[in-house]
């Protein structure tokens, strides 16, 4: 299992409603269902993701996310996931807001793109970096928004979002180093998110 969907799991409380934007093939929703018997439904638009979600037998709408989420009532999900996903967003911050909208909290992962491996490749080699977390060119990479992990703060501070929880975790796990310079040696970044009483 990896990582990340571990730490998301913690922050689900069983036997609840989820939805999953952006949600892949289906990996996360389908744990989510068999451990915590939670009722999911995945938000997808790669048909081939949308085929093998229906091949896990996770429910999946075929929608394109950057056109809106209107067809979802303001609080019918528990917890609205995005994972991965928000830095492809043409508009994160509207994004957030619906998540806001239509769930009671919001987890929120994302690659940081001022992890130290990055900040060298581009310093040294002077090009985008790539690699195991970040595996596109610049020219193909479906992330149109380079987000670090203080550029989401500044961000939810400004929209009154709360940050309910927060984990930050390189390739290994967490550790003093990565949480005490999150913003530097972080290479993922979860949130748990609500809207602020």
Same mark, same amino acid.
């Given at each position: 299992?990896?990582?990340?969907?571990?730490?998301?799991?913690?922050?689900?409380?069983?036997?609840?409603?989820?939805?999953?934007?952006?949600?892949?093939?289906?990996?996360?929703?389908?744990?989510?269902?068999?451990?915590?018997?939670? $009722?999911?439904?995945?938000?997808?638009? /790669?048909?081939? +993701? *949308?085929?093998? @979600?229906?091949?896990?037998?996770?429910? %999946?709408?075929?929608?394109?996310?950057?056109?809106?989420?209107?067809?979802?009532?303001?609080?019918?999900?528990?917890?609205?996931?995005?994972?991965?996903?928000?830095?492809?967003?043409?508009?994160?911050?509207?994004?957030?807001?619906?998540?806001?909208?239509?769930?009671?909290?919001?987890?929120?992962?994302?690659?940081?793109?001022?992890?130290?491996?990055?900040?060298?490749?581009?310093?040294?080699?002077?090009?985008?970096?790539?690699?195991? $977390?970040?595996?596109?060119?610049?020219? /193909?990479?479906? +992330? *149109?928004?380079? @987000?670090?992990?203080?550029?989401?703060? %500044?961000?939810?501070?400004?929209?009154?979002?709360?940050?309910?929880?927060?984990?930050?975790?390189?390739?290994?796990?967490?550790?003093?180093?990565?949480?005490?310079?999150?913003?530097?040696?972080?290479?993922?970044?979860?949130?748990?998110?609500?809207?602020?009483?």
């Amino acid at each position: 299992m990896r990582l990340d969907h571990q730490a998301i799991q913690k922050w689900i409380p069983p036997k609840t409603r989820v939805l999953d934007l952006g949600c892949g093939d289906g990996t996360l929703l389908r744990q989510l269902t068999d451990e915590l018997n939670i $009722h999911g439904y995945g938000v997808e638009i /790669n048909p081939e +993701n *949308i085929l093998r @979600c229906v091949e896990i037998c996770v429910n %999946v709408i075929e929608q394109n996310l950057d056109e809106g989420l209107s067809n979802f009532d303001d609080l019918s999900f528990d917890t609205v996931i995005m994972s991965q996903t928000i830095q492809t967003m043409h508009n994160p911050d509207k994004v957030l807001n619906e998540m806001l909208r239509i769930g009671r909290q919001a987890v929120v992962t994302f690659p940081n793109f001022a992890h130290w491996r990055a900040r060298w490749h581009l310093f040294w080699k002077g090009r985008m970096p790539v690699s195991e $977390h970040l595996p596109y060119e610049w020219y /193909n990479t479906p +992330n *149109i928004h380079f @987000c670090t992990i203080t550029d989401f703060e %500044v961000l939810c501070h400004d929209m009154g979002i709360k940050v309910v929880d927060k984990l930050v975790i390189d390739r290994n796990g967490t550790s003093p180093l990565v949480e005490s310079f999150p913003n530097y040696f972080a290479e993922t970044a979860l949130y748990l998110l609500s809207k602020k009483s």
